[in-house]
């Protein structure tokens, strides 16, 4: 016991006591004796191999952790995070992933479409997986060879014909179509698929309550549909799915409708004088600076401002159209069956088309289209949270807030985009009547576009701001000539969930007396 009382004792003596001179409070550091173990091999004391043992007081880390000296604080430190670096690093990733959209249709495409989303997984043409008791899949097939894949919903007073997935009911749905006298064409938006839940649900509720024959479909590139997205492409689609309809009634042949035609070779009217709503309004010389420079870059093709084509308005745009389908229609017409020939002069069922964020882009250039094609054959139009353009609605949308943070950078995105879907332009245009409606709690895109619309519509001389519901009580047509519009707000509703507002239904019912009445 003594003998080990005084081994330590003298280990104790032989360790030194380190004091850093640099800091006002002492650190201790207890040293093992070099020679301790040589000369009490036997005593117990402080073993040399283990840990040195370092008490750091925590004002002392403060003060030792700013030197940078290398010492244990700035070892602490460096193990902690580094925030400048971050910084550096996302501010970096930032302007690349900018640059990355300004330059890449592809990714533009990726960021709008968001066709990659397929929501439900499996297979969607499982009908009873669905709840689609009264439909049938369909097939149609595009003008550039895409086959696109939908559903055909019977409306409620016809459902005791057929169950949903028997294909010997084929032929009875489509004579079942022929004699319809209301067919709606649902135009989905961006993201999943046409078997979404919300969307099944609102197709459901017009077939049921509408009493209608609801056509809807996959564009290219979504659900099982052949193909990837594109302007045009999505077009071409709408255009498939009134001809799909049409051709049920053997009242159009594939060769006299319309040809293919891109409305992006020729440019649409120049909205120059609507940039005072524009995100990219109060622009610095800086992002033309850079603009100028991204154009020296030889895969950097932006697109040609719209109106600078061969036309410089929508209108002049239906005029060639007209022209177009004309010459096509004439050279054609010898070969048309007499058949055919007795269709066309007879009346084809009401079809309506209902667009839906980004089905609304696509509605209006099948409209506009079938509208200089053969007047008359769209009854009406309806826009579901429609947007102005494209560009407009990515600028302003929640996701795209990053987007805005830099003037320059959002003048650049802005002038990059080579989809427009340009709804401003076209809206005065479309020959029918126009149903707009918004959620005035939709966050993603904001009812002022629907508003906007509704203002360019009447600009345009063809439209009048109407109500619906008491056109529906009016006999005969409007003496004056002009087409009804009218903008409906929905105080409760989002972006998704119109048609779970309390007046959804009794809207639409209203807008198809006031339509099939005059």
């Keep these: 016991?003594?003998?080990?009382?005084?081994?330590?004792?003298?280990?104790?003596?032989?360790?030194?006591?380190?004091?850093?001179?640099?800091?006002?409070?002492?650190?201790?550091?207890?040293?093992?004796?070099?020679?301790?173990?040589?000369?009490?091999?036997?005593?117990?004391?402080?073993?040399?191999?283990?840990?040195?043992?370092?008490?750091?007081?925590?004002?002392?880390?403060?003060?030792?952790?700013?030197?940078?000296?290398?010492?244990?604080?700035?070892?602490?430190?460096?193990?902690?995070?580094?925030?400048?670096?971050?910084?550096?690093?996302?501010?970096?990733?930032?302007?690349?992933?900018?640059?990355?959209?300004?330059?890449?249709?592809?990714?533009?495409?990726?960021?709008?479409?968001?066709?990659?989303?397929?929501?439900?997984?499996?297979?969607?043409?499982?009908?009873?997986?669905?709840?689609?008791?009264?439909?049938?899949?369909?097939?149609?097939?595009?003008?550039?060879?895409?086959?696109?894949?939908?559903?055909?919903?019977?409306?409620?007073?016809?459902?005791?014909?057929?169950?949903?997935?028997?294909?010997?009911?084929?032929?009875?749905?489509?004579q079942l179509l022929q004699e319809s006298d209301r067919v709606l064409i649902y135009f989905h938006g961006n993201a999943a698929t046409?078997?979404?839940?919300?969307?099944?649900?609102?197709?459901?509720?017009?077939?049921?309550?509408?009493?209608s024959h609801v056509i809807t479909f996959d564009y290219r590139g979504f659900g099982d549909s052949q193909g990837w997205p594109t302007e045009e492409g999505t077009y071409l689609d709408g255009l498939a799915a009134v001809q799909w309809v049409l051709e049920r009634f053997n009242c159009v042949s594939r060769e006299t409708f319309p040809p293919v035609y891109t409305s992006s070779d020729h440019g649409w009217a120049d909205d120059d004088a609507n940039t005072d709503s524009d995100p990219s309004q109060g622009l610095t010389s800086d992002s033309s600076a850079l603009e100028s420079l991204l154009s020296l870059l030889p895969f950097y093709r932006p697109m040609p401002p719209r109106g600078s084509g061969s036309a410089d308005s929508v209108s002049?745009?239906?005029?060639?159209?007209?022209?177009?389908?004309?010459?096509?229609?004439?050279?054609?017409?010898?070969?048309?069956?007499?058949?055919?020939?007795?269709?066309?002069?007879?009346?084809?069922?009401?079809?309506?088309?209902?667009?839906?964020?980004?089905?609304?882009?696509?509605?209006?250039?099948?409209?506009?289209?079938?509208?200089?094609?053969?007047?008359?054959?769209?009854?009406?139009?309806?826009?579901?949270?429609?947007?102005?353009?494209?560009?407009?609605?990515?600028?302003?949308?929640?996701?795209?807030?990053?987007?805005?943070?830099?003037?320059?950078?959002?003048?650049?995105?802005?002038?990059?985009?080579?989809?427009?879907?340009?709804?401003?332009?076209?809206?005065?245009y479309l020959g029918a009547p126009v149903l707009l409606m918004h959620g005035a709690q939709d966050g993603q895109i904001t009812p002022d576009n629907s508003e906007r619309l509704l203002h360019q519509a009447i600009a345009g001389g063809f439209y009048q701001a109407s109500n619906f519901t008491e056109l529906a009580l009016i006999a005969g047509e409007p003496k004056n000539g002009l087409h009804p519009i009218e903008y409906v707000s929905f105080p409760t509703a989002g972006h998704n969930d119109i048609h779970d507002a309390p007046t959804y239904m009794n809207t639409l019912v209203d807008f198809f007396r006031a339509v099939e009445k005059v």
């Design 1 to 174: 016991m003594g003998n080990s009382s005084s081994s330590s004792r003298s280990g104790d003596r032989n360790s030194r006591k380190i004091v850093n001179a640099g800091s006002s409070y002492p650190s201790t550091v207890n040293v093992p004796p070099s020679n301790a173990s040589s000369s009490n091999r036997g005593a117990k004391g402080p073993d040399p191999t283990k840990a040195i043992k370092i008490v750091i007081l925590r004002d002392q880390v403060s003060q030792t952790t700013g030197h940078g000296d290398g010492g244990i604080g700035s070892l602490k430190a460096s193990k902690g995070f580094n925030w400048n670096r971050f910084i550096i690093v996302s501010g970096i990733s930032y302007f690349i992933i900018c640059f990355i959209l300004a330059l890449s249709p592809f990714a533009q495409s990726l960021l709008l479409y968001l066709n990659f989303i397929r929501f439900p997984f499996g297979d969607l043409t499982n009908l009873h997986r669905f709840g689609l008791s009264h439909a049938r899949n369909i097939r149609m097939t595009t003008k550039d060879g895409m086959v696109l894949k939908g559903y055909h919903l019977l409306p409620a007073h016809l459902r005791h014909w057929g169950s949903a997935g028997d294909a010997s009911q084929s032929v009875n749905y489509d």
């Design 194 to 211: 046409r078997a979404a839940p919300f969307r099944l649900h609102a197709i459901k509720q017009m077939s049921y309550f509408m009493n």
């Design 316 to 428: 002049s745009q239906i005029t060639q159209l007209k022209k177009l389908y004309g010459e096509v229609t004439k050279s054609d017409s010898a070969r048309l069956s007499q058949q055919t020939e007795v269709c066309l002069q007879r009346t084809t069922p009401k079809i309506y088309l209902y667009g839906q964020s980004l089905g609304s882009g696509i509605v209006s250039e099948v409209a506009l289209r079938l509208n200089a094609y053969r007047p008359g054959t769209i009854q009406g139009v309806i826009y579901d949270a429609p947007f102005a353009t494209a560009p407009r609605a990515a600028m302003t949308h929640p996701v795209g807030a990053p987007l805005r943070v830099f003037p320059f950078i959002t003048h650049l995105l802005m002038k990059s985009m080579r989809i427009f879907y340009a709804n401003e332009d076209k809206i005065a």
